[in-house]
C-alpha cells in the first residue's frame, strides 16, 4: 500500500492510531467490569455551541474514547469564494466566526494586502486594532459566560458578559451598521470613518470594562465551585500543544509565550506596551484565568490606542478595491484572532477571482486535542473541557 | 531566519537525495516555497521539526490545490512540401506556414503545508507536494507523523480533494458525509442532482432535479 520504508510507515491496524512523536497520552483500557457505553453527545446537545458531535465511549463515568464529528454546517465557503471576486467576499467572511466579525474580516483584509502590496493608512491602523481588541474583549467575556453556563450556572455570568458585550456591539452597530454582520474592514483601510463623537462613546465604554474584569474576578476567580470543577481538569501539555497546532489563549494556557501580536507584529501592535499571560498548570482554570487576563491587556492597548489615534483618511485613496487583478503568486496572511491563529492563503492566477481561497480556521485545529485533554476524565468534565476550547462552529465547519 | 536557499542547502546536506526544488512565488509576499519529492517527505519534515537551528515545530495549515490539465496553444513555424502546379509543371515545393498546435500539460493535485517556529519565532517555510496526476486514486505521504496539526487538516484534503495520505492514522472525510463519493474542491467538480426538491427560486436547479427524478423513473411530483 505504501511506497514508504518500512520502519517509517504506520501499521494501520492501530485502530486510533498513536506513533511515536504524536505525544499523545495513553489509551485507557477498560477495567473489564461492566459494560462499555457509546454516547452521542450532539449534533443538538445544549453543550455544544452549536452543531457538532462527539462520539464519546464510557467506562462507567470515565471517557475511554471520543470521537468528534465535523460537518453539519459545512457549506464549502472555500469553493464559493473561488467563484466570485476579492471583495464579494469579504461579507462572508463575517459568517465564519461569528461572534468576532471584525478580526475575519482584518485577517482577510491582511492576506489580500500581502498579496497585492497595498498600504493601509495609520489612521485605519489604529481603527482595526481598536474594533480587533474590542472583538476579543466581548469573546473572550462571552466564552467565559458560556464555561461558567455550562458547570450549571444557569444564566448570571452569562448575562454580565452579555451586557458588556451588547455595549461593545452597540459600538459597531454605529460605526459598520450591524452588530455581528459587521462587513467592514477593506483592502487597503476601513470602510467609513468614524466620527468624533463615536470615539468619545468608545472611550467611555472602554473606562467601564475594567469594572466588569473585576466583577468577573471577584465572582468567580475563587470562587470554590469553580475551582473543583475546572482545577486539573483537561491538562494539556505544551509540547503536545505546539505539536498538534493549538493557538490562542489555549496555547498560552500551556504555558507557550506564542502570541501572534508579539511574534509577527503586525499592523502596529509594536506600538503598544502589553503582557501576554501565561499558565502554568494548563487545566481549565488556567484557560479561563488567561482569557481574563487578557482581557485586561485588551484594555490597556485599547486605552493607548484611543489616546494616540491621528487624524486623516481611513482609506488608501489609491486603493482600488473593486475588480482588481492581483499579479499571479500567492501569500498567507495570519492574526491572532481571539481564538487563535486565523490565516487566509491565497493564490492568485492574474483573475479577478482567488484561484485558491483557504481559511486556516483556529476553532477546527484546536479541536484536535479534545480527546487526548478528554481521556480518563468524567462525562461531566468534558463539556468543561470542550468548552474551554472556544470554538464557534460557523468556523469549524466553514 | 534562512532563506530558501538556505534551507534547501541544509536539507540536502541532511536528507541525502531529498530532490528539493525551489518554487519562486513572483507576488509581493515573498513567500517562497520548497517542492519536495514526496519518496523522501516524511525525512524532510522530520529534519525540519528536529533541527535546532531550523526549529519547525509548529504546522500551522495545510490545504490542497488543484492544478487541472491545461491546454496550451502554440504556434509553430512549419515547412512543408506541397505538390503545386507551377507554369503547367507540377513540381515540388517547399513553403512555411504557421500552425497552431495544441498540447496538453498534465495537471496535479498539490498539497501545501505552511511551518513556523514557536521555539525560534520565524515562519513560514513553505513545503509543497505534488501527485503525479490527478485522478481518483493519488497519493502523498502523510506528515501527521510529524506534526499532529496535520491530523484534521489532511483529513480535509483528502475530503475536498481526494489526496490519499499515506500513513495518516485515521484518514476519514471530516467535513462531509462517509457516503458521499465525490471531492467538492477539485475544479472540475459537478454538483450531483441527485437532491431532494426544494422550494427554491432556482428554476435551473429544480430542473435539473426534475430531469434526474425523470431519468431514474420516480414520480414526476416535486416534492415526492
Known amino acids: ?107 482577510y483584509a491582511l492576506a489580500v494586502e500581502k498579496l497585492t502590496g497595498q498600504e493601509v493608512p495609520e489612521r485605519a491602523e489604529y481603527l482595526r486594532v481598536i474594533l480587533g481588541e474590542l472583538t476579543r474583549f466581548q469573546n473572550h467575556a462571552s466564552s467565559i459566560g458560556f464555561l461558567i453556563q455550562e458547570m450549571g450556572a444557569s444564566g448570571t455570568p452569562l448575562m454580565y458578559a452579555f451586557r458588556e458585550r451588547e ?77 498538534a497546532g493549538v493557538t490562542g489563549p489555549m496555547l498560552r494556557a500551556s504555558g507557550v509565550n506564542y502570541d501572534i501580536r508579539k511574534v509577527d507584529g503586525y499592523s502596529i501592535y509594536n506600538r503598544f506596551s502589553f503582557k501576554v499571560p501565561l499558565g502554568d498548570h494548563w487545566d481549565v482554570y488556567d484557560r479561563y484565568m488567561i482569557r481574563l487576563l487578557e482581557m485586561r491587556e485588551s484594555i490597556k492597548i485599547l486605552e493607548q490606542a484611543l489616546k494616540d489615534i491621528p487624524g486623516g483618511p481611513v482609506m488608501d485613496p489609491k486603493a482600488k478595491i473593486r475588480g482588481f487583478r492581483p499579479k499571479p503568486g500567492e501569500a498567507y496572511g495570519r492574526i491572532e484572532a481571539p481564538k487563535g491563529e486565523l490565516g487566509f492563503y491565497l493564490i492568485s492566477d492574474g483573475g479577478p477571482n482567488p484561484y485558491r481561497y483557504r481559511v486556516r480556521p483556529p476553532s477546527l485545529i484546536n479541536l484536535t486535542v479534545l480527546e487526548d485533554m478528554a481521556l480518563g476524565a468524567n462525562m461531566a468534565d468534558v463539556v468543561l473541557i470542550f468548552g474551554s476550547v472556544d470554538i464557534v462552529l460557523g468556523e469549524v465547519d466553514r | ?132 496526476n490527478r485522478t481518483g486514486q493519488v497519493s502523498l505521504p502523510s506528515l501527521t507523523p510529524v506534526w499532529r496539526s496535520a491530523e484534521f487538516q489532511e483529513r480535509e484534503v483528502f475530503d475536498l480533494f481526494g489526496i490519499v495520505f499515506e500513513g495518516h492514522p485515521d484518514l476519514r472525510r471530516l467535513l462531509m458525509w462517509d457516503a458521499f463519493t465525490d471531492h467538492p474542491m477539485r475544479r472540475d467538480y459537478v454538483e450531483p442532482d441527485d437532491f431532494d426538491y426544494e422550494p427554491t427560486a432556482h428554476d435551473e436547479v429544480l430542473a435539473r432535479a426534475q430531469a434526474h427524478k425523470d431519468a431514474a423513473g420516480q414520480g414526476t411530483e416535486a416534492g415526492q
Open chain 1, 1 to 107: 500500500m505504501s511506497n514508504l520504508p518500512v520502519d517509517e510507515a504506520i501499521d494501520p491496524l492501530t485502530v486510533t492510531g498513536r506513533p511515536d512523536g504524536w505525544n499523545r497520552p495513553p489509551l485507557i483500557e477498560p477495567d473489564g467490569e461492566g459494560e462499555l457505553l457509546e454516547v452521542a453527545m450532539g449534533p443538538h446537545h445544549p453543550s455544544t455551541h452549536g452543531v457538532f458531535r462527539m462520539d464519546v465511549a464510557l467506562d462507567g463515568e470515565r471517557v475511554i474514547r471520543l470521537k468528534p464529528v465535523f460537518g453539519y454546517l459545512h457549506r464549502n465557503h472555500e469553493k464559493i469564494a473561488e467563484g466570485i471576486s476579492y471583495l464579494a467576499s469579504m461579507p462572508y467572511t463575517d459568517r465564519l466566526d461569528y461572534i468576532c466579525p471584525l478580526t475575519n474580516n482584518w485577517a
Open chain 1, 167 to 243: 455595549k461593545i456591539l452597540d459600538l459597531f452597530e454605529e460605526l459598520t451598521g450591524a452588530r455581528m454582520m459587521c462587513n467592514y474592514m477593506r483592502f487597503g483601510g476601513c470602510r467609513v470613518d468614524p466620527t468624533a463623537a463615536w470615539l468619545d462613546k468608545t472611550r467611555k465604554v472602554v473606562a467601564g470594562l475594567y469594572g466588569f474584569t473585576e466583577e468577573v474576578d471577584r465572582l468567580l476567580s475563587g470562587n470554590e465551585i469553580l475551582m473543583a470543577r475546572t482545577q486539573g481538569v483537561g491538562i494539556l501539555r505544551p509540547e503536545l500543544a505546539v505539536n
Open chain 2, 1 to 132: 531566519m534562512k532563506t530558501v536557499e538556505e534551507i534547501k542547502a541544509a536539507i540536502e546536506a541532511a536528507v541525502p537525495g531529498a530532490g528539493v526544488e525551489i518554487v519562486p512565488n513572483p507576488s509581493v509576499s515573498g513567500q517562497h516555497s520548497l517542492r519536495l519529492d514526496p519518496a523522501t517527505a516524511r525525512a524532510v519534515g522530520k529534519f525540519l521539526h528536529d533541527d535546532t537551528e531550523l526549529a519547525l515545530d509548529f504546522l500551522s495549515n495545510v490545504t490542497g490545490v488543484d492544478w487541472p490539465d491545461k491546454e496550451i496553444a502554440e504556434k509553430v513555424k512549419v515547412t512543408r512540401t506541397v505538390t503545386k502546379t507551377v507554369d503547367g509543371v507540377e513540381q515540388s515545393v517547399e513553403e512555411t506556414v504557421d500552425e497552431t498546435r495544441k498540447r496538453v500539460e498534465p495537471g496535479c493535485l498539490e498539497a501545501v503545508y505552511h511551518l513556523y517556529s514557536v521555539t525560534r519565532k520565524h515562519g513560514p517555510v513553505v513545503l509543497r507536494m505534488r501527485t503525479v
